[in-house]
């Protein structure tokens, strides 16, 4: 070490930069390195999501299209394949209905369950829920259990 190579400890020394709007005598007072007029020269200026510079936004500029039914129902699936899973995994035994599930993270407490037909069921189940696929229902009275709606 000499005093060629000499230098402060990591992060004592902070250069903060020049202050900028703090009279004309510190050389960036006036505008404070906004520049004249317009928008970003302004207090509280902050460019809107979307904003082209005034040119019309490709969201306005696209069409509206389609329909949104006010009155369509969201279904929450849940296939026979996971009934089956959770049979062998031993979370449930021989009856399964909506609060199970809610418990178990499966479905939302406000949300609508249907029970799908994808996968086998072996196992004998009641299983109680808001809706079921016709194949879904099959598959449950096959296997000797039965489909509850709500």
């Known amino acids: 070490m000499n005093l060629s190579n000499l230098k402060p400890a990591e992060g004592s020394v902070k250069n903060q ?4 709007g703090r009279g004309q005598g510190s050389g960036k007072g006036g505008t404070a ?17 979307g904003f ?18 006010i009155n369509r129902i969201e279904y929450q699936g849940i296939n026979l394949d996971k009934l089956q899973e959770l049979v062998d995994n031993k979370v449930i035994k021989d009856a399964v ?14 949300e609508v369950l249907k029970i ?3 996968g086998e069921l072996k196992a004998k189940l009641s299983v109680t829920a ?11 009275e ?4 039965e489909a509850v709606t709500l």
């Not at 906004?34 to 460019?47: D, F, I, P, T």
């Not at 082209?52 to 039914?69: A, D, I, S, W, Y």
């Not at 808001?130 to 449950?140: L, M, N």
């Not at 096959?142 to 259990?145: E, F």
């Open 116 to 118: 799908l037909g994808r």
């Open 142 to 145: 096959a296997a000797g259990g």
């Open 97 to 110: 209905d909506f609060q199970t599930l809610v418990g178990l993270g499966l479905v939302g407490k406000n």
């Open 130 to 140: 808001h809706k079921f696929t016709a194949t879904a229902k099959a598959a449950i």
């Open 52 to 69: 082209e510079g005034g040119q019309m936004p490709l969201q306005r500029r696209v069409p509206k299209f389609g329909f949104t039914n």
């Open 17 to 20: 930069g020049k202050r900028i």
């Open 33 to 49: 390195t906004r520049g004249h007029k317009g928008a970003k020269s302004r207090s509280g200026y902050s460019k809107k999501l």
